[in-house]
């Protein structure tokens, strides 16, 4: 399983960005597959984001996103993505997608939503929101 994140550049604050991540294997379907965005700042551990499930039945944010971040899948393409408004400076990080499945993929979305339970990582991409 290969997963490609893009949409990465430097945008000025309370601007938007979309993040894609492209996933591709052998039988790999979206739809059996929890994909989670998670990002990790200089110095900080990584932490997760969003996540979903499926094929959209569920979705998850972190506190600090909530109302500013929509997670979206498109399973035709294989791509999930993560549309970000209103960025802060502390939105600044590296974003990485990951998968976790093909079983249980709503509890990956859930109680399960940490990085140390998705196996498949991409490489990331950079996210920097200063004026």
């Known amino acids: 399983l290969q997963l490609v994140e893009s949409g990465g550049r430097q945008v000025q604050p309370g601007g938007s960005l979309r993040l894609s991540c492209a996933a591709s294997?052998?039988?790999?379907?979206?739809?059996?597959?929890?994909i989670g965005w998670f990002r990790q700042a200089p110095g900080k551990e990584r932490e997760a984001v969003s996540c979903i499930s499926g094929s959209g039945s569920r979705t998850n944010y972190v506190d600090s996103v909530k109302g500013r971040f929509t997670i979206s899948g498109d399973s035709a393409k294989n791509t999930v993505y993560l549309q970000m408004n209103s960025l802060k400076p502390e939105d600044t990080a590296v974003y990485y997608c990951?998968?976790?499945?093909?079983?249980?993929?709503?509890?990956?979305?859930?109680?399960?939503?940490?990085?140390?339970?998705?196996?498949?990582w991409g490489r990331g991409t950079q996210v920097i929101v200063s004026s």
């Open positions: 990951a998968a976790a499945g093909p079983l249980l993929a709503t509890y990956y979305c859930s109680t399960l939503f940490s990085p140390g339970n998705y196996a498949s």
């Open positions: 294997g052998s039988g790999f379907s979206l739809a059996n597959y929890a």
